[in-house]
């Protein structure tokens, strides 16, 4: 049998962690938002740097992975990036370095 005492002391060490792990996980998510650079170290890429990178986007929703032309009619990804998709909810935007200007949106089939 725990002592009293005992049950109050894994109480308040368990609150404690919760409360610790509830702040730290706000303040990571502020600096989320407000870092601009999404790779360490990185910078932004010229136009037309980088004309094998695309944006898979889900219809009605935006780009959600990116991936790479390795044929005409090929994009290489991640295996997370399409599980449980099916071709026709896909596009590919291609020939842009922005997701909001530019390039070309292709529907998968």
Known sequence: VVSKMTAK???FVAT???LAVSVLGREVLQLDDNY???IV???EAASGSVPHQVSLQ???FGHYCGGSIIADRWILTAAH???GQ???QLNVLVGTNSLKEGG???ESD
Do not use: A, E, F, Y
């Open 86 to 88: 099916t071709p026709g």
């Open 16 to 18: 404690m962690l919760l």
């Open 9 to 11: 002391s894994v109480r």
């Open 36 to 38: 601009v650079n999404r």
């Open 58 to 60: 889900l219809k009605g």
């Open 41 to 43: 170290g990185g910078h």
């Open 104 to 106: 070309q949106l292709h």
């Open 81 to 83: 990036c399409v599980d």
